[in-house]
């Protein structure tokens, strides 16, 4: 399905195609593999295909040297690869590009469609998350770039997709990071705060903190009582389990709070320090030695687990069938376990979060898993 297809731009069978991809927002593992998927399932059609270095900056680049051209040797030996081969940014957004002379924002969307026609590409497979997609969208929309979008996100918060890759490997790292705290919080009798990523979603705190056996799971879709947070340890120590574990969604709130902000340069802000605020509440609230952690950009290294290589690998093949027939203005997606094409209006349209009636949420109802509510 596609909301926006051209026939003008269809790929006739046997011809010569030049193809660029790119890499947008913060990175995730599987990107390489999607590379690597792109370039080869290309080849195999008699096209070319490069790469853009750094979202879109490498098409602001004077020259070629923003560009980087790929075979088969270029990208031999990189699913595994955590990272991109690429380079990402995310803060690169070309409608609002930060201006040299500091006059501010400066809309370049005009010079980079231009710039990508004049290297003589034909369509470009952008990999990101709903920032970056927007982006590609709005390029598609206002210039007629022929764009096919990979959702590519650890938060796994893409509309329109069951999973993004990179999803598996957060939560592979997430739980691997609360299984060890067990040992340490139960030797020293404490409780032990995770912040894990995830932006306004629950997605990752939910699956690693159910894998991991925490004994609170606190997530963005459910505003928090710390007296609820309060009584699940405190029964615990009732019992002589003189320990807990608590993972807290870097989005998560209490019902009377507002989100934990982080400062950042350039008067740019980001989500991050709700872990030390609710370790703080809960050495007051119970009189237990508390310790807090952030694992922080753990979660987005490392190499893809096999789920995440062999979605990866789907998505970039995909990708380019979706280019061969003329798809524009979608994005890749996985529904019902198969490969399908979606708008990009659909897929960025509004942020994908835990369903209140999920399946996992209620298995972590039952095992008692305490959700703050």
Same mark, same amino acid.
């Given at each position: 399905m596609s909301s926006s297809s051209d026939a003008s731009l269809s790929?006739?069978?046997?011809?010569?195609?030049?193809?660029a991809v790119n890499t947008g927002g913060g990175d995730a593992p599987g990107l390489n593999a999607v590379i690597r998927a792109v370039v080869l399932s290309s080849l195999r059609r008699g096209w070319e295909a490069w790469g853009i270095r750094d979202g879109y900056e490498g098409l602001l680049t004077d020259g070629s040297e923003g560009l980087i051209p790929l075979d088969a040797d270029a990208v031999r030996g990189i699913t595994h690869l955590g990272g991109t081969?690429?380079?990402t940014s995310n803060r690169g957004n070309p409608f609002q590009l930060e201006s040299a002379d500091g006059a501010g924002p400066?809309?370049?969307?005009?010079?980079?469609?231009?710039? =990508?026609?004049?290297?003589? =590409?034909?369509?470009?497979?952008?990999i990101g998350g709903d920032g970056s997609l927007s982006i590609a969208r709005q390029l598609h929309e206002r210039h007629g770039l022929p764009v096919?979008?990979?959702?590519?996100? #650890?938060?796994?918060?893409l509309e329109?997709?069951?999973?993004t890759f990179g999803f598996d490997t957060a939560v592979a790292t997430a739980t691997d990071a609360i299984g060890k705290l067990h040992s340490t919080a139960q030797s020293h009798r404490r409780v032990l705060v995770v912040e894990v990523m995830g932006r306004y979603a629950g997605w990752i705190a939910l699956y690693s903190g159910l894998s991991g056996t925490a004994d609170v799971v606190l997530l963005p879709e459910i505003p928090f009582r710390f007296e609820s947070v309060f009584e699940k340890i405190l029964r615990r120590e009732r019992r002589g389990r003189r320990f807990s574990i608590v993972v807290v969604a870097e989005g998560a709130t209490a019902e009377d709070g507002e989100r934990v902000w982080q400062q950042q340069v350039q008067g740019q802000?980001?989500?991050?320090? #709700?872990?030390?605020?609710?370790?703080?509440? #809960?050495?007051?609230g119970t009189g237990k030695e508390t310790r807090h952690l952030v694992l922080g950009h753990l979660q987005r290294g490392g190499e893809p687990t096999a789920t995440d290589r062999l979605l990866s690998l789907r998505f970039g093949a995909a990708a380019i069938r979706a280019v061969e027939r003329g798809e524009f203005g979608t994005m890749v997606a996985l529904q019902a376990g198969g490969i399908s094409s979606v708008s990009l209006e659909r897929a960025t349209q509004r942020v994908r979060t835990v369903p209140l009636d999920s399946d996992v949420l209620q298995t972590a109802r039952d095992l008692g898993i305490c959700l703050g509510d």
């Open positions: 790929v006739a069978p046997g011809s010569r195609k030049k193809i081969i690429l380079g400066k809309d370049r969307s005009g010079e980079v469609v231009r710039r =990508f026609r004049e290297h003589g =590409f034909e369509a470009l497979v952008a096919v979008g990979v959702p590519k996100t #650890i938060d796994n918060d329109a997709t069951e999973y802000v980001r989500l991050g320090g #709700i872990a030390e605020r609710v370790a703080n509440a #809960i050495a007051e």
